[in-house]
């Protein structure tokens, strides 16, 4: 078996803990190159996972002959030059979520894939339910609740209660773009298991701290993206869909998905991953067992190899689904800008 030699540019948490691993795991697969913020980190993660070479500069990962792909865990701002340059190289690309720190940029990575549809193109999925999806998209695809009616999103925590802590990545627009909180990741999923186009109508966001530290120089910086985003929205065959993600709850943290329809709801609680059927005469609800078959769990680096020895194609995720979510991000981002709250 030819050896698959993998670069990473950008070795933050997701990589140590998932790509790297993951990678290692996969038969003829080497882990070769990393670059990461300085040569010190680099050095030090090429000496925890046994990678070859060390580099400061990413262009050396795509430049270098002997890599065939590149494992991109950087910012979303740097998501589309890097992605766009490595299909120019001829390498394979696996970029983190989210897929760009734009629409435009989102489609400028899109364009790229599509002038090199032999190299595979995949964006790290949201991992959140890969062991629910299946069936929950079975039982809607089974009118378990009947007609859709209406979708609610929850997600609140704490991590932007307290005005003192320096500014995170999160809600720095220089790093993410217009991807606000965790809405990105939220709405990939969603869009898994409800297909159809959506329109924004409203949404609304809370800065509640108007100016942050910046680590990196000790100044303060404007917060121009949320610590608070309701947003309201509405399929185009007429079910109306609802997102609160608050980072200011000081109360136990909430993360589910509510799916009402003409014969009950769907209540999928992502954080004890279960399903919860609610019928019409039925207010103490049903458990729904997923089968361990239907388990299909986190195979990301599995899959993107399979994609480039066998061909097999990206489902999660590739570049279309990736602009969807762009597309929805970047109109929520429009909306709230005109109607924020501080």
């Known amino acids: 078996m030819e050896i698959l030699r993998i670069g990473f540019i950008g070795a933050g948490g997701n990589t140590r803990l998932r790509h790297l691993p993951g990678f290692n795991k996969c038969e003829g697969v080497e882990p070769f190159a990393v670059c990461n913020r300085s040569l010190e980190s680099s050095q030090k993660v090429a000496e925890e996972f ?120 999160r809600l720095d627009r220089r790093l993410s773009g217009v991807n606000a909180l965790t809405l990105g990741i ?32 000790g100044e303060r910086i404007e917060v121009t993206l949320p610590e608070s985003l309701d947003v309201l929205a509405q399929f185009v065959d007429g079910p109306r869909l609802t997102y609160h993600i608050s980072g200011v709850d000081a109360g136990p943290p909430i993360l589910e ?25 039925n207010e103490a609800g049903k458990l729904i067992e997923v089968p361990p078959e239907e388990k299909l769990g986190w195979r990301v680096e599995e899959d993107f190899i399979a994609s480039i020895r066998n061909g097999m194609p990206v489902k999660l995720t590739n570049f279309d689904a990736g602009i969807r979510y762009m597309r929805f991000s970047q109109a929520v981002d429009e909306t709230w800008s005109k109607f924020s709250v501080t």
């Not at 998905?257 to 005469?281: E, M, P, W």
């Open 257 to 281: 998905v509510r799916i009402n329809g003409t014969k009950g709801s769907l209540r999928v609680d992502i954080a004890h991953q279960t399903l919860t059927f609610y019928g019409l005469d």
């Open 50 to 169: 046994g990678i070859r070479h060390a580099f400061t500069d990413w262009q050396e990962i795509i430049d270098h002959p002997d890599v065939d792909a590149v494992c991109i865990g950087t910012w979303p701002n740097t998501h589309a030059q890097m992605t766009i340059a490595a299909l120019e190289a001829g390498k394979h690309v696996l970029c983190e979520a989210r897929m760009a720190a734009n629409l435009v940029e989102a489609e400028a990575m899109l364009a790229a894939s599509r002038v090199r549809p032999d190299l595979v193109s995949q964006l790290v999925p949201s991992p959140l339910t890969l062991n629910l999806d299946t069936r929950i998209i079975t039982l809607l695809q089974e009118s378990l609740i009947g007609k859709l009616q209406e979708v609610f999103v929850g997600h609140t925590f704490a991590d932007y209660q307290h005005p003192e802590d320096p500014l995170p990545w």
């Open 186 to 217: 939220l709405h990939e999923m969603l869009q898994r298991w409800i297909p159809g186009d959506l329109d924004v109508l409203q949404a609304l966001a809370g800065i509640y701290t108007p100016t942050r530290i910046d680590d990196a120089t």
